[in-house]
């Protein structure tokens, strides 16, 4: 990569003002003061802006984060703060969620800059199972969970949602996990059979299972097993 576009995407200025920067001898690379952005970098090379590193990405990251509520997973909205503020990575801004949440909403939020691997989350052809932990407003009805083995009639929707699978836990917590990602599904769903869902936690995307020893805001590195397992048949 030439050292002008490195610089703007680590800096997130335009390569114009990238210019002025290295003739003010503001950029090295393996200490030596560079003033040409033409510069063709390899991965080895170190680069310092005003004495300060700034890292060569080599591939692509993929994040796992608990996401806590009053933030949004876009990675730039005016009225909200983003899940990014989380992120202390370079370039943050070129990671997005595989799997958003809304904004009330809590858990796991998968982070990547990989589209193709975040697709296989979010197209609906790959019935990519999603689990949460639910709390109702009121005690789950007797039917519910056959009801939702069998389909319900979401409000504006043409077709049942497919079969998910609901678990009660206690009188008003329950545990589902359904297969496809419609719109403020979870809480249409509940709606549907006549029950509102007050707070809302997801443990799980696929086989990639929530953390224990990440407190809400904190995120981390997946494995490579995590993140092999969304290529994987049936996920």
């Known amino acids: 990569m030439r050292l002008d576009k490195f610089l703007s995407q680590q800096l997130g ?3 114009a003002l990238i210019v002025r920067e290295l003739r003010a001898k503001r950029v090295t ?3 030596e003061v560079v003033k040409s952005g033409s510069l063709k970098l390899t991965p080895e ?6 004495g300060n590193e700034l890292l060569q990405i080599t591939g692509p990251r993929y994040f796992m984060l608990n996401k806590p509520q009053g933030y949004v997973c876009s990675t730039d909205d005016p009225d909200h703060p983003t899940v990014l503020y989380f992120l202390d990575e370079p370039i943050a801004y070129k990671l997005h969620a595989a799997g958003r949440l ?4 809590t858990g796991l939020v998968l982070m990547t800059d990989d589209g193709q691997w975040s697709h296989r989350i979010t197209a609906p052809k790959h019935h990519c199972e999603k689990t949460y932990l639910v709390t109702l407003e009121q005690p789950l009805a ?3 969970a056959a009801q939702f083995t069998a389909g319900v009639q979401l409000h504006n929707e043409d077709s049942l949602t497919l079969p ?5 836990l206690e009188d008003c917590l329950v545990r589902l996990t359904i297969s496809e990602g ?3 599904q979870v809480k249409r769903m509940f709606a549907a059979v006549g029950n509102r869902v007050v707070a809302l ?3 799980r995307i696929g086989a990639i299972i929530m953390d224990e020893d990440l407190q809400p805001g904190e995120y981390r590195p997946l494995t490579e097993q995590e993140i092999a397992s969304v290529g994987m048949p049936g996920r």
């Open 102 to 105: 809304d904004i009330d909403t």
């Open 201 to 203: 936690h997801r443990e």
């Open 13 to 15: 200025i335009s390569r």
């Open 29 to 31: 690379v393996d200490g």
């Open 182 to 184: 419609r719109y403020h």
């Open 164 to 168: 998910a699978q609901l678990e009660q």
């Open 45 to 50: 090379q170190r680069v310092e802006f005003d």
């Open 142 to 144: 007797a039917d519910t």
